[in-house]
């Protein structure tokens, strides 16, 4: 399974752009970046996901590298409802076989 | 719609118990799975399923049973509870292909006494 490294933490103040880094140098031509988000005492919810081009939704952006070994989640303006453990996914599906592997992920602080 | 919904919300088991965490979703998704998380770590899979009928171990799948017998619904069986059990569980579903989200429950906080 392909593994994605990212920072331990990051700091943020609100109204701030943030940009979170995820390396995945071992990704495969048929993987899909997906981040997912973990808000204190709830279940992951999904963020944003793409395979080269970058790509908009109304949470944030996501950057991904010309060769794909590495992508930035950008938070364009951060609130304290941001706060949040950010996971950087790789998810491939073959025959019979799709799993979710989540790394450690990114404890993102904002503050006022 | 109701996504994906886990029952119990908590739960206390007493070491050697058996019990099985219940986790149902309504959109059609192919593909269910479950996951533990301790205090302060990332989530482990335990087991998923790509179809009814088909499952297969993750990355922690020991004291753990699965099964799916339908599309909607993917029990997960503790058979002899211990206290390295202690975790909060989530259980995720989605579509089977990578190039869509997976949706998760709130999750079941799981204590082994």
């Known amino acids: 399974d392909a593994k994605t490294t990212q920072p331990n933490s990051m700091e943020s103040n609100e109204e701030e752009p943030v940009h979170l880094p995820c390396n995945h140098s071992?990704?495969?031509?048929?993987?899909?970046i997906h981040w997912y988000r973990q808000l204190p005492s709830q279940g992951p919810e999904y963020v944003i996901h793409g395979l080269t081009s970058n790509v908009n939704n109304r949470m944030a952006s996501l950057a991904i590298a010309e060769d794909r070994k590495s992508s930035t989640l950008i938070l364009h303006r951060a609130t304290l409802r941001d706060a949040a453990v950010y996971y950087c996914?790789?998810?491939?599906?073959?025959?019979?076989?799709?799993?979710?592997?989540f790394g450690t992920g990114t404890r993102l602080q904002v503050f006022p | 719609n109701a996504g994906v919904t886990q029952t119990p919300k908590f739960q206390v088991l007493k070491t050697g118990q058996s019990m099985t965490l219940q986790c149902a979703q309504d959109m059609n998704h192919e593909y269910m799975s479950w996951y533990r998380q301790d205090p302060g770590m990332g989530l482990r899979l335990i087991h998923y399923?790509?179809?009814?009928?088909?499952?297969d171990q993750g990355e922690v799948p020991n004291g753990y049973n699965v099964s799916r017998s339908t599309t909607e619904d993917f029990p997960l069986r503790l058979l002899s509870a211990a206290p390295s059990q202690t975790s909060v569980y989530f259980c995720?579903?989605?579509?089977?292909?990578?190039?869509?989200?997976?949706?998760f429950g709130q999750g079941t906080r799981l204590t082994v006494v």
């Open positions: 071992t990704i495969s031509g048929t993987d899909y």
């Open positions: 399923s790509v179809g009814a009928g088909i499952t």
């Open positions: 996914i790789l998810r491939a599906w073959a025959y019979n076989t799709d799993k979710l592997i």
């Open positions: 995720a579903s989605s579509y089977r292909t990578s190039n869509t989200e997976a949706f």
